[in-house]
């Protein structure tokens, strides 16, 4: 007779943060079977707030989630994993008062931080009492609860920490069906640079573009309408392609009329933050597209506008 494997009974959690990716994170885990015990915060009510989301939003369980404040602290159930949710300013904080609390005095378990640019160096305070401890960054923008849940569902996952943490971040990782893979300590601050040129960047980037758009006659709604396919098939491009090959328009194409008009009508005073992010990301498109084999005289035409292009930056 073939025996039924056991299922893996999930370890309970508390997510210490109440904000958007700590709502996110329980709403994932609840899903995936993972007991949600306690959310700590600062002020009592956010902890109150993130579970009246969190149970708005995840399946129904038959396990009560507890809002409690830093004054509750002992308070703090005896959980398998803790997740640190809050910002990165605030995680060395909370890592002494963990430790400080009753949490120190109970079995070890393991606890993970959110944050992509600290290692896991910055909890120890809980590693000297024998925790495990890592961090587990996903690559996901979360701007809403209930939807970065379901991002969070099949993303990739940065990991670090020690033997036992990394085990405890894989298990997390895989039940929420992502990947996962890991960087040195030393280069979490780099990692996590490259993360933010990636994705909030790109966000900042897209909000210069839409207030061009609107200098032009169009209302932000219908700027952020125009401009979401274009980006949309930017990103379909990167899915299939290196960034040398899927990169267009025109410094790809080495249009040099074309940038020179682009120069003259960024060259207003009010546009001087635009002005200086088009040379800054122009020059690296000219380097980019080097790499394509077009005409080096046409590119160093385009390296030299952009070198002599006048801006002003007072006033960012």
């Not at 109440?18 to 709403?27: E, F, S, V």
């Not at 004054?71 to 703090?76: G, M, R, T």
């Not at 605030?90 to 931080?113: N, S």
Request: glycine share 6%; aromatic share 4%; charged share 20%.
């Amino acid at each position: 007779m073939t025996k039924i494997p056991k299922k893996r009974q999930k370890p309970s959690v508390s997510v210490v943060g109440p904000g958007r990716l700590g709502q996110a994170l329980a709403i994932a885990l609840r899903s995936a079977g993972y007991p949600i015990l306690a959310f700590l915060a600062r002020h009592p009510m956010d902890a109150k707030k993130a579970v009246r989301a969190v149970n708005k939003s995840a399946s129904k369980s038959r396990t009560s989630t507890q809002a409690l404040g830093w004054d509750e602290l002992a308070k703090l159930p005896a959980t398998n994993l803790v997740l640190i949710a809050t910002p990165d300013d605030a995680i060395a904080e909370v890592a002494h008062r963990l430790a400080a609390g009753e949490i120190g005095k109970t079995r070890r378990r393991t606890v993970l931080h959110t944050s992509g640019a600290l290692a896991r160096d910055v909890l120890s305070p809980l590693a000297d009492f024998g925790f495990h401890t890592g961090s587990l960054h996903p690559l996901v923008s979360v701007s809403e609860p209930g939807a970065g849940a379901k991002a969070l569902r099949g993303a990739f996952y940065c990991l670090e920490g020690d033997k036992t943490a990394l085990r405890v971040a894989r298990l997390i990782v895989a039940d929420l069906k992502g990947k996962s893979f890991s960087v040195a300590a030393e280069n979490k601050a780099l990692y996590h640079a490259a993360a933010v040129m990636a994705s909030p960047h790109v966000t900042a980037l897209f909000d210069i573009a839409t207030e061009l758009l609107v200098t032009c006659g169009l209302s932000r709604k219908a700027a952020q309408e125009v401009f979401v396919p274009l980006l949309n098939s930017t990103v379909n491009n990167l899915k299939i392609s290196d960034p040398v090959q899927a990169l267009t328009g025109t410094f790809a194409r080495g249009d040099v009329a074309t940038v020179r008009r682009h120069l003259v009508a960024l060259s207003q005073k009010e546009l001087a933050e635009a002005l200086e992010v088009y040379k800054l990301l122009g020059l690296h498109s000219v380097q980019m597209t080097e790499k394509n084999g077009l005409d080096p005289e046409l590119l160093e035409q385009i390296r030299k506008l952009l070198e002599s292009a006048s801006g002003s930056t007072t006033g960012r």
